[in-house]
């Protein structure tokens, strides 16, 4: 069976493009009459930079010109998965203000419509990378898989209040709060089956050390989760006070805790997913999906605590309150800021993951000769401007 290629530019007497897992040089319209490359290199980063410094280095320069390819599914496919992400943020919006849970609004409960909106502007961005095409259509894709994955266990815990309680908790806002993420989600997988997003890889000898530091990062972000994070200390007029700490993942229904569980669980999983995802800089879309829920719940306590505690959260009566001279004190526990510190250091990291892959390749890989006489060594120079494009995508975009 042929082999399909992708060329990408052709000059005057060669055509560079990406076969099966590397990356070659065909004498012109050779590709098209299926024969093989007459040099190749692996494909990888270095190794497109390196087929990309040996095709100028021996083309004609002013010859290259790029090859115009059509899109690789029809473009309503991308339409379809940003409608069905535009459907689910519609849907989470108009769940902000009917009752949620147990009578309550999303909107009448800052601590709580924060992290909400966070979660809508995160597949809001992207759906709109999707419809952008191209390469942000694989990163606005994988951004909305990120933040759909972390938060189907949030949403699970809000739904397990009322599997525990009764399905008179349940409220419009709840109902449309979940279609809303499922339809986020539907569009957001379906946004990574449109073209190829890359995939887990084992790290190279040199990244090891940094992916082990992602990951366990994920871990101390899970951990730390679910710990109490708010603290309250009740003061009496006659000098009494009593500490209470409460937000313990653990001290709900059976349901509530196999949601925030799964917070966890997919937090790590996604997290780990990330740090080795090839290539690199669709990996940081990946992280940055994740991290968006683990932003959104500490910016949440934040509000919580500027909101101030009520006597009736500890089942104490406005009357009983005011009679004792109540006074109620809200902060944070340390393990809130521990959370906090894995947070930022996952945020660093995806930083320095999204730098690195960015940077251009030390030395190209030496080419591979399959047929012919070998070549001398890529020429370090680009005879246009020194910088290769962006590598080919794989074969099936445009089949020569």
Not at 45 to 51: D, F, L, P, Y
Not at 215 to 235: E, K, N, Q, T, Y
Request: charged letters at 10%.
């Amino acid at each position: 069976m042929r082999e399909k290629v992708t060329i990408s530019h052709r000059g005057s007497r060669y055509e560079i493009g990406r076969g099966n897992r590397f990356y070659g040089i065909w004498t012109a319209g050779a590709a098209q009459a299926g024969s093989q490359p007459f040099e190749w290199w692996p494909d990888t980063r270095e190794g497109w930079s390196g087929a990309w410094q040996r095709f100028t280095a021996i083309e004609a320069p002013g010859t290259i010109a790029a090859v115009s390819r059509p899109a690789l599914l029809p473009v309503g496919n991308a339409a379809i998965a940003a409608a069905l992400l535009a459907v689910g943020v519609v849907c989470g919006i108009a769940g902000l203000f009917p009752s949620y849970v147990a009578g309550a609004s999303l909107a009448h409960q800052p601590a709580e419509l924060v992290p909400h909106a966070i979660y809508l502007a995160a597949w809001s961005m992207s759906a709109v990378l999707i419809v952008l095409g191209g390469g942000r259509l694989r990163a606005g894709a994988l951004l909305g898989l990120g933040t759909s994955i972390v938060t189907f266990g949030l949403f699970f815990a809000d739904a397990g209040q009322v599997i525990a309680g009764g399905a008179h908790l349940a409220g419009a806002g709840l109902v449309l709060g979940l279609v809303g993420w499922l339809a986020c989600a539907a569009g957001s997988a379906m946004a990574v089956r449109l073209r190829p997003a890359g995939a887990p890889a084992q790290p190279r000898a040199g990244r090891i050390g940094p992916v082990a530091a992602l990951i366990l990062a994920g871990l101390g972000a899970a951990i730390a989760f679910a710990p109490s994070w708010d603290s309250f200390v009740l003061r009496a007029a006659g000098g009494t006070t009593q500490s209470v700490t409460a937000g313990n993942a653990f001290a709900n229904p059976g349901p509530v805790i196999f949601g925030n569980v799964a917070v966890m669980v997919a937090l790590v999983a996604v997290v780990a997913a990330a740090a080795l995802w090839r290539p690199a800089r669709l990996g940081t879309a990946l992280l940055a999906g994740a991290a968006v829920p683990l932003v959104a719940q500490a910016i949440s306590a934040l509000v919580g605590v500027a909101e101030g505690a009520t006597p009736q959260q500890f089942g104490i009566s406005s009357a009983e309150a005011s009679r004792i001279g109540l006074t109620i004190d809200s902060g944070l526990t340390p393990v809130f800021w521990v959370y906090c510190a894995f947070v930022a250091a996952l945020i660093a990291a995806g930083a320095w993951m999204l730098a690195a892959s960015r940077r251009p390749a030390a030395a190209p890989q030496q080419a591979l000769v399959i047929s012919g006489v070998v070549s001398p060594s890529p020429r370090v120079e680009d005879a246009s401007s020194g910088v290769s494009p962006a590598a080919p995508d794989a074969p099936g975009a445009t089949n020569a």
